[in-house]
């Protein structure tokens, strides 16, 4: 077999492949047998017909056809890992000569991941948000645990902010009332923004027994999006009553003793969050400033698959999950069709070129995933899509994706190298530093993953 390459641009090449005839004979000795069993000859058994009768009987061309067939992804193969290109997707193969007993020639267009040059990154300076938690901040944190262990009670008074109400409901769009716009004994929260728009309004200083109507815009049913002239009738009242703010609530409502325990543990938590949420904040940066330092090709049927996806998985997965289509997102969201394709566009080629540039990294710093890292991130995958670790570890295994997960990892712990490279400061002036960080790897990971986002990976797409 003769190979040779010719550059079409920097992410997209042309394979000439020659293939002696002599080399195609396992694929038609192949070709034969697979056209043994599928037909029958009268006068030879099953499987034993001759290359001669096949031929006369069937023609040669339907042999050397599923002969062709056979062999091409071999010979596609060996001159990819010939010429030791890196090839995105799958290729378009033209056969170009076919001649019985003396030459098979092909060629094969496929994109393939561009060469890119990593610059000195140690150079990166970022910006990030100070971890400072107020008492403001710990006593709306003890508010809101004190708020979920509120109990209610009945009064006879008007309704106001914060109250429990027990209502009817009843929609009418053009007079008429809608077969799913009736509903009984609905308990709402004042204030809460849980049901529909104006109904705040319509119940505050009526008492139980009262009723309002007002014209509100239905958020799903038969008549989603149409204003509707809802009535609403209120046949209970009920105040919220919160606990005492003491070292009894504090025991009742968690594992501490006193008060200023509890609050002592918020103001933990809270300073844990808020250094992950900085951690991230400063990956995220640092990883920008990354991807303006290098330039890299986009191939464009890549580009255009992922667009895709993206659309797809949104519209699918995300949007159907929440009963709303597409339309009804760009609206909500306020986009015309040609500014969201172009912010999906855009996400795309930052996901691409995240994913080239890390892997280069990979490569350059010859970066290794252990066992043990690769378990933690399986294990934080797991519990994100909601199965356990070995129903995930199953399921990954099976569907070949263990690479995915490793060039996960590697990516993560490419990011990883480069905040630490990075003079990171906050906005108080302070230098923070990130490498003591405990999950440091699993949050660049995650940051990573956040970018790349559509489903499945350029390298999960590879194929030689």
Known sequence: MKSAVETLNPTRVRLTVEVPFEELKDSLDAAYKKINQQVTVKGFRKGKIPARVI??????????????????????TEAVNEADLNPLGQPDVDVTELKDGELLAFTAEVDIRPAIEIPDYSGIEV????????????????EQLRGRFASTKDVERAAEDGDVVTIDLEAKVDGEVLEDGVAQDVSYTIGSGELLEGIDEAVKGLEAGGEATFTSQLKGGSAEGKDAEVTVKVTKVSARELPELDDEFAGMASEFDTLDELKADSRKRLENMKQYDQATQAQERVLEKLLELVEVPIPEKLLADEVQTR????????????????????????????????????QAIKGIKTQFVLDELVNKEKLN??????TEHLMRRAASSGMSPDQFAQAVVEGGQVPMLVGEVARGKALAAVVEAAKVTDTNGEVVDLSDDEDELETAAETVENVVEADGEIAADEAK
Do not use: C, W
């Open 369 to 374: 995933v252990n066992q043990e890292e690769l």
């Open 55 to 76: 031929d006369q009987r069937f023609g040669r061309g339907a042999v050397l056809e599923e002969a062709v067939n056979d062999a091409l992804p071999k010979f596609y």
């Open 311 to 346: 659309k797809h998985n949104l519209e699918h997965h995300q949007l159907g999950q929440m009963g709303l289509t597409i339309e009804k997102y760009l609206e909500i969201q306020g986009k015309t069709v040609e500014e969201f394709d172009a912010e999906t566009a855009e």
């Open 127 to 142: 910006t990030v948000d100070a971890v400072e938690v107020s008492d403001e901040d710990v006593e709306k944190s003890v």
